[in-house]
């Protein structure tokens, strides 16, 4: 690794020093090109790697290879999703640093909006879960914004969301479109509408029904694929892979009504982008994909429109980097939005 040698350095020094290092090294992150090559010299003179503080599994996935494969461990479960506050502190038009992360509390379909949060970034990945158009109501009361349209206006509703999306995408960016089957007709047309090719639909299969009043119980949600003309789309993984992929459901879901699993999430992201790219996610909920991201190394750009839900994705990155009980208001700021592309 790259290493500065400090010397002659006084006594206060040495102690600010010690301080800095210290909480630094909360900040940093691993070089997951170099690290690999470091670990091997280690192994070569014979050093005791069980010292470095990483499990076997972790050193035989970066010795092999696999550095992509290593997940970064948070101080919470990813899947933990503190509860809706009665009030809000986020506000609307407002951007927010969550690490390497953007929030915008905003609007999907506002193409100034999208700017906002964007500036000069192009998203090598839009994955996203908008309204369903189902009137959805969680055994809890939770309901969706937009999520009770006439057939026309959620159509409209749709095709502007998507172009906003498309126009900050990279040409070959692929992207992941969750909805439901029902609406699969508007989906699919709203993609049509601004020449984004649906190539596949995968299908992710819950480990239980959702129990509703149909013949036919739900028990599978399915999944726009396809990528943005212009380029080669980005495949990162093998041949092996199935339209149909076989997630359980997060236990705790009474926070937002349609939450995905961030294990899935996370298999999507490494499939279809490399670390350090953006991901943009213009629908965020409860943040699920912005954890994926913070997991796998790729930096998050996400819209919101309910401030309720942007304190919830602000307070559970937080938690899931500093700890619970840790100012969460302190540890996502809100930015100048002519600050974002830093």
């Known amino acids: 690794m790259p290493v500065h040698i400090a010397r002659d350095l006084t006594p206060e020094q040495i102690k600010a020093y010690r301080i800095a290092d210290n909480k630094t090294g909360e900040l940093a992150e691993w070089n997951y090109d170099l ?33 992509e494969d290593v997940l970064v461990e948070g101080e919470t479960e990813p899947d933990a999703v503190p509860e809706t506050p009665e009030l809000a502190e986020s506000r609307r038009g407002e951007v927010y640093r969550l690490g390497d992360h953007l929030l ?47 057939d026309s206006k959620f159509r409209e509703f749709l095709r502007l969301a998507f172009a906003c999306a498309k126009e900050h995408m990279k040409p070959g960016a692929s992207f992941y479109i969750y909805h439901a089957d029902s609406e699969g007709y508007n989906f699919r047309g709203a ?24 013949d036919y119980q739900w028990l599978h949600e399915p999944i726009l694929y396809g990528w943005k003309e212009g380029a080669a789309h980005s495949w990162h993984s093998d041949r092996s892979q199935t ?18 699993p961030v294990e899935m999430l ?77």
Not at 192 to 214: F, M, P
Request: with cysteine; hydrophobic share 35%.
């Open 104 to 150: 915008m509390c905003g609007d999907a379909t506002d193409a100034d909006d999208a700017a906002v949060l964007m500036g000069e970034v192009e998203a090598d990945l839009w994955l996203t879960d908008p309204p369903y158009n189902v009137n959805y109501e969680g055994g809890t009361g939770l309901t969706i914004q937009n999520d009770n349209m006439s």
């Open 191 to 214: 993609c049509h509408d601004i020449e984004l090719t649906v190539r596949q639909c995968l299908i992710w299969k819950k480990n239980s029904l959702v129990l509703g009043r149909q």
């Open 35 to 67: 690290l690999p090559l470091e670990l091997a010299d280690l192994q070569e003179a014979d050093f005791d790697l069980s010292l470095l503080g990483f499990d076997e599994s972790e050193l035989d996935k970066l010795l092999n290879g696999e550095a």
């Open 243 to 260: 339209t149909v992929i076989e997630y359980d459901k997060p236990k705790q879901n009474d926070v937002h009504p349609t939450m995905k």
């Open 266 to 342: 996370v298999y999507l992201i490494k499939n279809s982008s490399q670390r350090e790219e953006t991901v943009l996610d213009t629908f965020g909920g409860s943040g699920s994909s912005l954890i994926a991201c913070e997991q796998t190394g790729r930096i998050c750009r996400m819209m919101e429109l309910d401030e309720k839900y942007c304190d919830v994705i602000r307070r559970r990155w937080a938690e899931f980097v500093h700890g619970e009980g840790c100012d969460w208001k302190e540890k996502t700021p809100a930015i100048e939005p002519e600050t974002n592309n830093s």
